[in-house]
């Protein structure tokens, strides 16, 4: 079914699932929001208090809290991954972005909603949620303020006189009485 939907996909973080994890292709950083480590059921890493400018979603400059190691497992792959750790509103869980996808060496398909990556036993396919990745954007969508139209009636549009167009009359009525005009017989054929 044609779609615009993110690939949005279910992956462990230190031993707990989370269903909603942005593949993002274009973040050069792991994201996570602040209270993702502290819903982990294992102790709450420490954060690295390496602070980093990013921007958000809807262009501003956001400060990032530190940088946090956190486990992530799908299938039978584990890696020990950074994550750039905020403190601003997201739908998802986390981002995972050009480093976590390099590690993995995984192929993002969008449009085909998945995540390809190969195993110690073979090629793995993790799946996307398109219902999901819906939930996300509507949640965006909900927390959105309303937009204020400027609605103009068409009777504020239409000219309040009606103005005469003014129509002039040429001063020369044809070439053919100009004085100059009897070098230019042979250009156009006959004269009139």
Partial sequence: MPHNDALVITLELVGTIFSKIL?????AVNVVLQNTPRSISQPTPVIDHEMTPLNSFE?????????????TRTHDVELQTQFTVVDHFMPFDAIIGRPWLNQMRAVPSVYHQCLNFLSPTGEKTIRGSQKQSRACYMTVFRKMPPRRENVSLVRDLTPREQTRISTTKPKVSSTSDHPLASHLSGLGGPRP
């Fill in 59 to 71: 262009g501003k400059s956001v400060r990032s809290l530190g940088i946090v190691p956190l486990t």
């Fill in 23 to 27: 593949v993002d292709s274009g973040s």
